[in-house]
């Protein structure tokens, strides 16, 4: 009984670095799937909304990652999930001032 206690406590630690993961694989695939010559009419909007929830799935991460207790997960999976979010938050920004600068 215990041992099938403490399995189940580290199996949750380790669930942000899991969704981590993931958004990171969905940002890529979002990369590479939403172009021009995939989608030729398709609004900046969308790519614009998609990221903005994979950014959120990655604000979620962080704030799972804040509560863990073993500190050697919790400092790599706040140092990756920060790293990936800021240049996902500065993605989001060009294309905002590109659907800024070409919408009338």
């Known amino acids: 009984m215990k041992g099938e ?29 939403l ?18 929830l994979v950014g959120v799935g990655y604000v979620i991460s962080l704030l799972i990652a804040l509560r863990l ?13 920060l790293m990936l979010l800021l240049p996902l938050v500065i993605w989001v920004y060009l294309l905002l001032l590109a659907n800024g600068i070409s919408e009338p």
């Open 35 to 52: 172009n021009g010559r995939t989608f030729p009419n398709m609004s900046l909007w969308v790519p614009i909304s998609l990221y903005s």
């Open 69 to 81: 207790k073993n500190t050697v997960i919790k400092t790599f999976s706040l140092l990756a999930t």
């Open 5 to 33: 206690c403490r399995l189940k406590s580290h199996r949750n630690e380790y669930h942000s670095l899991i969704l981590t993961f993931i958004l990171l694989i969905v940002s890529i695939l979002l990369f590479f799937g």
